[in-house]
């Protein structure tokens, strides 16, 4: 995994070079809670958050 960066209320993400890691720390369990989200999970979620928060979430590849 790469370096992983905070993303802010407890939440961390990292990328392997196919899948984002979401991971969440918890402190009662000795386990912290992780998700992975592949390109097609994401491409969801990323739907989800427009219809709900009734927004536009502009992709495409970054420019060096």
Do not use: C, W
């Amino acid at each position: 995994m790469s370096d992983e960066h905070y993303l802010g209320d407890g939440l961390y993400a990292s990328y392997d070079g196919y899948q984002i890691q979401l991971r969440a720390p918890r402190e009662i369990s000795l386990e912290d809670s992780i998700v992975y989200l592949d390109p097609g999970v994401l491409i969801n979620f990323f739907k989800y958050v427009e219809r709900t928060l009734d927004i536009e979430i502009t992709l495409g590849k970054k420019r060096d």
